[in-house]
């Protein structure tokens, strides 16, 4: 960070350097597995598996500075990514829903005992739940019919999605086991699949909350302990392109735009900065979180356009299923296969607010705006 850092914060980026060097840089040339669960085993017994939770639930009670510290040191030393539905979306509703079976569920998340994905809308239809819907079967069991897209639904136990609870067709939030009767998967792409239900039998406890005021998808997905430590990652996985096609002949373009792309990271990177010193000093942020938001996806679509110019199909994490040829100026024996794949599932990582659309994003700011005016109109008559 740019202002200096107290001697505490120094002595813990100190001590989050050394942990990242100790559980994830010291396990290079290994297989990826053994590394995920050499990083996982140091969390746990670090206690650093969910810092940003409330330390009644498991989180490390950090300052906004030392979460800044620890989250953008990740994203630079390109550590493996949490598990971010059961972390990131599970885990507040659990939190702000106030659950019964709150406090093992969250263990669970925490510990890795417990893998989550996220079912979604299908394509064209944002987090529709219409198609979805949760009837009651009887006192303590629900029936859950229609259909979504599970995202990593191969590595998962648990598949988190809305469903709409009649009589007012009331978006909630349920939790499915995905080898539960009724269930089925069919395969769509290499990430994700199309879930179908078919009578699921979900008891009640597995209803999770009400999809309305902090547990409304916008709200869970405009994480500020996620949005404020983006620009690091990006602004690494700039570097690396960037240094690739810097010797490339007749590919200026490519690089200025890299370049411009590097200025508008950092200018990321300075508007994050400046909303942690509000975070830490208790002030209102200096733009809008939303706005922080989609500046940060606009840089990562940005990115991707760059990465798939310089790579072709080289740069998508799952290229098997291409039917066509477009390789970009780097050719397979120019870098690393593996090296591509992995920059492209680090950028792919970085876009987290996969429930939140630009359209959203921008209303957010409008009606932020708005509603700004109107206290200004009322502090002001006439």
Known sequence: MRRSLSADDKGFQTRVIAFIEAHWLASAGQSDTLRLQRWQA???????????????????????????????????????QSARTGVDVVGP?????????????????????????????????????????????????????????????????????????????????????????????????????RVDFDKVVIPHTHL?????????????????????YRARGLQRQIDVLTEIVADFEGEEGLQQRLLALAVA??????????????????VPLPVPLAALALRGREIFAQLGELQMESFGYYALPYPDGLLTHNEGPVAPGDISETMVVAMAQQAGALDEEFMLSRTTVRDQIAEQLRLSGTQDQASHPG
């Open 93 to 193: 509703i659990l939190m702000a829903g106030k659950h019964p079976d709150a406090q093992d569920w969250l263990a669970d998340i925490a510990a890795f005992r417990s893998r989550w994905c996220l079912g979604i809308a299908e394509r064209g239809h944002h987090l529709d739940v219409v198609e979805t819907q949760i009837c009651q079967e009887d006192q303590e069991n629900w029936h859950l019919h229609g259909h979504k897209v599970g995202v990593d639904i191969q590595r998962c136990d648990w598949l988190c999605c809305l469903a709409a609870r009649p009589p007012a067709g009331i978006p909630v939030w349920v939790a499915v086991r995905v080898d539960a009767s009724g269930v089925k998967i069919q395969r769509t792409g290499t990430a994700s699949a």
């Open 208 to 228: 999770l909350g009400d999809a309305v005021g902090v547990l409304a998808p916008d709200q869970l997905a405009l994480n500020p302990a996620r949005v404020l």
């Open 42 to 80: 140091g969390l746990v017994a670090e206690g650093w598996t969910v810092p940003h939770w409330p330390v009644e639930f498991g989180g490390c009670g950090w300052s906004a500075t030392q979460a800044y510290l620890w989250f953008s040191s990740c994203a630079q030393y390109n550590t493996p």
């Open 265 to 282: 990271t950092r200018g990321l990177l300075a508007l994050e900065q400046r909303c942690v010193d509000a975070v830490q000093k208790g």
